[in-house]
């Protein structure tokens, strides 16, 4: 019998009968009594604490409080923990989220159920949902664990009219505070991401046509690594001054990000960021404080947003504080 065989077969005798001296271990396991106290010490570094009497009629016995429960959850509130379980792994920001994982993994361990895993939580905190989006969501989840097609009524964010669509719902996903399926969309004969929304989504209804699951399929290879939707990656390098080289040096923002003080108000920064949006914002979030060094075309493209910003705001009359207090003056 292997050393780890040993050591659950030594907990389940000292679970069921109780207090055991090391010579009646031994023998139950076949050993001696010197591999009896080393099973003690990989039990404890395992979490299991095990109190040990020593003197002529010394033994082992487990310490009932610290045991591992088997937690009667009904399948509601296993799905619950399991959730909670994805959308802390999403918030790195929590201190003690090392903890709270550990805690989690002893309360799953004493839970049977074939399938653990919860949503995917990218980024971002969630609103509270209107019933019937909570409905949407149930529907299409449970449509995704007895992998049966759905039938949505959907409205694109480019098309005109909403329209009725089958999709093989892969998983729920969370980003930025709104909830999306992965799906296999029979009408476009690949992967989308249907938002749950009122303005898009009017109808899901769960068919009876069961579908094979892709088994090659990666969530990975459908999801970017800041956001839901995979974009064109923008490696950006830049110098910031004042308040705002302090503040990005704290938040460190992006993929891959890098930092180094040139002088204490220089910061030469440098990160990867998805989609020319987010990076777009970012850099124009930065103001004058922000002097782009690469990429050439998005240095390009900021001068022109900033041109056309000027003129907009140049060539737009707005009454000064004297007309004002004129037109005060006036109607007092």
């Known amino acids: 019998m292997k050393r780890s065989a040993r050591c659950i077969q030594m907990l389940q005798l000292l679970k069921a009968r109780g207090f055991l001296s090391r010579e009646e271990l031994a023998t139950l396991l076949d050993t001696n009594i010197r591999n009896v106290s080393e099973y003690r010490k990989e039990l404890e570094e395992a979490g299991y604490s095990i109190i040990s009497t020593t003197g002529k009629y010394g033994g082992y016995q487990l310490d009932a409080s610290c045991l591992f429960p088997i937690v009667g959850l009904r399948q509601e509130e296993v799905k619950a923990v399991s959730e909670a379980i994805s959308y ?3 918030h790195d920001d929590f201190l003690l989220l090392p903890q709270f ?3 989690m993994d002893k309360l799953m361990a004493t839970l049977t159920m074939e399938k653990k895993e919860g949503g995917i939580y990218v980024k971002g905190n969630t609103p509270l949902l209107n019933p019937m989006l909570k409905e949407f969501i149930m529907r299409m989840d449970g449509a995704r664990n007895d992998q049966l097609a759905v039938d949505i009524v959907y409205k694109g964010m480019h098309a005109k009219n909403f329209e009725k669509v089958r999709i093989h719902p892969y998983e729920i996903l969370n980003d930025a505070g709104s909830y999306y399926c992965l ?3 029979l009408k476009a004969k690949d992967y989308r991401n249907f938002k749950f929304s009122e303005e ?4 899901v209804q769960v068919s009876d046509v069961k579908f094979q699951r892709d088994a090659d399929f990666q969530v990975s290879e ?4 800041m956001g839901l939707i995979r974009n064109e990656v923008y490696e950006l390098d830049v110098l910031i001054h004042g308040e705002s080289a302090l503040l990005v040096s704290e938040k460190m923002i992006g993929i891959d990000p890098k930092g180094e003080w040139i002088d204490e108000h220089v910061l030469h920064f440098t990160t990867i960021m998805e989609g020319k949006i987010p990076a777009m914002q970012f850099l124009l979030s930065l103001g004058n404080q922000v002097e782009v060094r690469k990429p050439l075309s998005l240095k390009a493209e900021l001068k022109h947003i900033v041109e056309d910003m000027f003129r907009q705001y140049h060539e737009t009359k707005v009454p000064t504080y004297d007309i004002i207090q004129d037109r005060e ?3 007092k």
């Open 200 to 203: 898009r989504m009017k109808q």
């Open 101 to 103: 994982l550990s805690a």
């Open 88 to 90: 802390m792994k999403s």
């Open 329 to 331: 003056s006036v109607e």
């Open 222 to 225: 459908h999801i970017g690594k």
């Open 183 to 185: 799906a296999y969309s």
